[in-house]
């Protein structure tokens, strides 16, 4: 398996505090493979400013705030074979408010967004109680494999 990782940045977005591009892409094979993904992919990642954080949560989700990470699964044709795995917007204010807040190491924070949004664009959710604690175990399984601590457990 290949992953191709495209990464933006918004304009003016400081660089202070972003992981490097291979960063985000060792967190999102480790997603892929945990969840047995074993053809290439291609996967774009931008990382935010609040605002445009806000803008595409009220667009694309009706909800009027900036949120940690959204995810957009890649929608093909019917019959295309693509490596398009979709997108991933990651905000990079809440994620640094989050960890603060959280007691998170930020890079810690970024891996566990990175790996949650990457599992949503290969169809895992959290919408009932069953689907989270699936996702859930995932991540903690992926996360413990590079090295980082339960993002769920009580700082």
């Known amino acids: 398996m290949t992953l191709t990782l495209h990464l933006s940045r918004s304009a003016g977005l400081p660089r202070k505090g972003i992981p490097l591009q291979a960063s985000f892409a060792w967190w999102a094979e480790a997603a892929l493979r ?41 929608e093909l044709p019917a019959g295309m074979k693509l ?20 007691g998170k190491r930020l890079r810690d924070h ?24 699936r996702m859930e175990a995932l991540e903690r399984r992926v996360l413990a494999g590079i090295g980082i601590a339960d993002p769920y457990r009580s700082a």
């Open 34 to 74: 945990a969840a047995n993904r074993r053809r290439d992919s291609e996967l774009s990642i931008r990382i935010v400013d609040a605002h445009e954080g806000r803008e595409l949560n009220r667009d694309y989700r009706r909800r009027d705030y900036a949120t940690n990470v959204l995810s957009f699964p890649a």
């Open 83 to 102: 490596p398009l795995l979709g997108d991933l917007v990651i905000c990079a204010p809440v994620v640094t408010r989050e960890a603060a807040e959280q």
């Open 110 to 133: 970024y891996a566990h967004m990175t790996v949650h949004g990457t599992l949503h664009l290969l169809g895992y959710d959290h919408e009932n109680d069953s689907d989270a604690e």
